[in-house]
């Protein structure tokens, strides 16, 4: 664990297990997490007795498995861009900025520093999520690789939206400001990329819609539900969007290690 010598690490992580907010989030998704497991085990057996059919076991945990990822990626979504967007914004509004810049380690340091804690932290709630996804694995249906390829998808995707948060914490000055733009620039990932397809798909029906949709971190989940894997093994269709989120995070972690070596105050 040499990473964790770095100062700026320990002290993000001692931080955030001062706050209440660390304990309260968990409690949050647990619930959420809960609640949707019974919806959903409700709803299949219903609608399996609803239409005299028997509902099997690998067909409720599948349901399970897949509403699970769709609601934790809602949720990495919803709550990587407050995290990691004000990491150097709050040291400016707390003006501990310019004694962090002037210490000993190197401007990179500090960003990679950064960068690491608030992942950190939201891989804390994914692995609080792991109970709830082993109860959907046990009713069977979820097979090796749509586990890999969903948490997969899951971890670059918090990759690159802590990532972007903390490129943005460098180009705006103030953190309401760059919470702003940091879930403007999710929409864009998020909805943007859909109304982008659809226009494509308007122009040029022909063209391979997909493509376009590979920068959203909901496309694999969608790929998944769907069934629909590429034939080649070299290069399943899921794994776009994970190479994408990471090329962009190393150019996010560039500019934001660039932005903060140029800082003077």
Known sequence: MGFLRNPVIRREIEHRMRDNRTYFIPTVLLALLGLLTAAVYATMT???????????GWQIGLAI????AFL????????VPSISAGAITSERDRGTLVPLLVTPMSR????????ISSVLYILLLLITAIPFGALASGFGGVTGHLLLSTWACLITTVLF????GLMVSTLVRRTVPAMLLAYGLVAFAVIGTAIVDGVLNLLNPAMERIVVLYANPFTPLVLNL???????????????????????SAVFITVAGYRISRMRE
């Not at 007795?49 to 028997?54: E, I, L, S, V």
């Not at 340091?109 to 950064?114: C, F, L, P, W, Y």
């Open 46 to 56: 219903l609608v399996g007795r609803g239409h005299d059919a028997t509902i099997q």
């Open 65 to 68: 498995f897949h509403a699970q």
């Open 72 to 79: 934790l990626m809602a949720l990495m979504v919803l709550l």
């Open 108 to 115: 990179v340091r500090i960003a990679v520093g950064k960068w």
């Open 161 to 164: 939206l802590s990532s972007m």
């Open 226 to 248: 769907e069934e629909r894997f590429s034939t080649d093994p070299a290069m399943p269709v899921w794994w776009w969007t994970p190479v994408i989120h990471l090329a962009l």
